[in-house]
């Protein structure tokens, strides 16, 4: 059974850090490209970053590209996201997810087969 679990959510001044991290069981993580998502109260889920089976490849939404940094963690199943410069506009829940199609580093939810449960980040203000 392929499970996502996420971890590294809380509370945070505007401006703090937070890594997430996600831990992968019932896959091989670095058999898939990888994805971090977010859903703020009130809209959609949104793409936020990803990164390819191999590492070798990273992609990020515009805002914020060059405050968060997505990773392979050194344990072989996870996958961790370092968010910096944090703003208001960042509280959501994130999630973390993982595609089989290595092909495409994909945006798109409908590219992503499994998901975890979510996380809260809460920036305030």
């Known amino acids: 059974q392929v499970q996502l679990a996420e971890s590294g959510g809380g509370l945070v001044q505007a401006g703090g850090s937070l890594r997430l991290s996600c831990a992968t069981s019932?896959?091989?993580?670095?058999?898939?490209?990888m994805g971090w998502f977010r859903q703020a109260p009130g809209k959609e889920r949104e793409f936020v970053a990803a990164?390819?089976?191999?590492?070798?490849?990273?992609d990020y939404l515009t805002s914020v590209k060059g405050r968060f940094t997505i990773s392979r963690g050194y344990a072989r199943n996870t996958v961790s996201i370092e968010m910096n410069r944090l703003r208001p506009e960042d509280t959501a829940v994130y999630y973390c997810?993982?595609?089989?199609?290595?092909?495409?580093?994909?945006?798109?939810?409908?590219?992503?087969?499994?998901w975890g449960q979510g996380t809260q980040v809460t920036v305030a203000s």
């Open positions: 019932g896959l091989t993580s670095t058999d898939y490209n």
């Open positions: 990164i390819s089976w191999s590492g070798g490849a990273t």
């Open positions: 997810a993982a595609s089989s199609n290595r092909r495409v580093l994909g945006r798109l939810i409908s590219v992503y087969e499994y």
